[in-house]
C-alpha cells in the first residue's frame, strides 16, 4: 500500500487542523492505521491508531481528548481531526499502515508502510 498524508499547515495555538491521508491498493480495509509524529530534534512518536474496521481507536495521553482518528474504507482515507492545539504539537505528521497478521502496537517497526509526512506549525 502506498500512503499520502495532507492537510498540515500553519495554525494559531487553539486551533484546529484534519490531517488526511490516501491510502492506494485494494487491500486497504484489512490494515490497522495509525499516525506518528516527529517534533525537531525528537524522535518520532506515536499519535493515534485505528483498526481494520474503525471500531477501536486508542490514543496517546499528550492528544487524548483532542485528537480524533477516523477512516473511511470505501475512500480509502484515515483522517486525524486535531483540535485545541498547542505549540508542542507542532512536528511532522506521518500516517502509517499495519499490515495483517496485525500487531496493534505503538512502535514504528509496528508499522509496515509509512506516507511523505505533512508538516503542522502551532504558533503561540
Known amino acids: 500500500v502506498q500512503l499520502q498524508a495532507s492537510g498540515g499547515g500553519l495554525v494559531q495555538a487553539g486551533g484546529s487542523l484534519r490531517l488526511s491521508c490516501a491510502a492506494s491498493?485494494?487491500?486497504?480495509?484489512?490494515?490497522?492505521m495509525g499516525w506518528f509524529r516527529q517534533a525537531p530534534g525528537k524522535e518520532r512518536e506515536f499519535v493515534a491508531r485505528?483498526?481494520?474496521?474503525?471500531?477501536?481507536?486508542y490514543y496517546a495521553d499528550s492528544v487524548k481528548g483532542r485528537f480524533t482518528i477516523s477512516r473511511d474504507n470505501a475512500s480509502k482515507m484515515v483522517y486525524l481531526q486535531m483540535n485545541s492545539l498547542k505549540p508542542e504539537d507542532t512536528a511532522v505528521y506521518y500516517c502509517a499502515a499495519d499490515q495483517p497478521p496485525i500487531i496493534w502496537g505503538t512502535k514504528e517497526d509496528e508499522y509496515d508502510y509509512w506516507g511523505q509526512g505533512t508538516l503542522v506549525t502551532v504558533s503561540s
Open positions: 485505528i483498526s481494520t474496521s474503525g471500531a477501536y481507536t
Open positions: 491498493g485494494r487491500t486497504f480495509s484489512y490494515f490497522a
